[in-house]
């Protein structure tokens, strides 16, 4: 990730309003008390902590979790290598119909989106999640969605860091 070069925010400007969510009672009160349960504590310290995220509220509504982060761009130095695209790619039959759940359910909420211009493509895959001993139905399996980068991990230039040595650094 690299820092983009230009002026630092203006801290007087107003909150972007693609974050920003003021707290409203009739309408998040009953949503904050279902989300958060704080029925172990005792009465007065539920309260204090549900009066900071009335406060605080942008940070807790689910919003936020679609803001871009702004500022930073993510830079890969492949240097000369030549584009690699994984072409047809065949999955099973069971596995096509979880893998788009998977894929409509992540470009939904915006994680993801179709290209029709690129020119590094890799395979995704499903790798269920561990401790599913019990679970004999292909349907039933929890997985995880992930995207095979070991050939582009294999062209990309490693930026080395040197750790100090502890008496160097004392």
């Known amino acids: 990730m690299r820092r983009l070069k230009h002026p630092a925010p203006d801290l007087n400007a107003p909150v972007d309003s693609a974050f920003f969510s003021e707290f409203i009672l009739e309408k998040h009160e009953a949503q904050m008390r279902q989300e958060v349960d704080l029925s172990h504590l005792d009465p007065d310290l539920q309260e204090k902590i549900y009066s900071l995220i009335r406060e605080f509220w942008s940070v807790f509504n689910s919003k936020g979790i679609f803001v871009p982060v702004k500022y930073y761009k993510c830079i890969i130095d492949t240097g000369d290598a030549r584009t690699i695209a994984v072409k047809k790619i065949l999955y099973g039959k069971r596995k096509t119909v979880i893998m788009q759940r998977c894929i409509?359910?992540?470009?939904?909420?915006?994680?993801?989106?179709?290209?029709?211009?690129?020119h590094w493509l890799f395979k995704a895959l499903l790798a269920p999640k561990p401790h599913q001993e019990t679970v004999y139905n292909i349907e039933d399996f929890v997985w995880r969605f992930c995207v095979n980068y070991i050939p582009l991990n294999g062209v990309t230039r490693i930026i080395a860091y040197r750790i100090p040595r502890c008496d160097s650094a004392v």
């Open 104 to 118: 409509a359910a992540l470009a939904k909420v915006g994680h993801i989106e179709q290209i029709t211009d690129g």
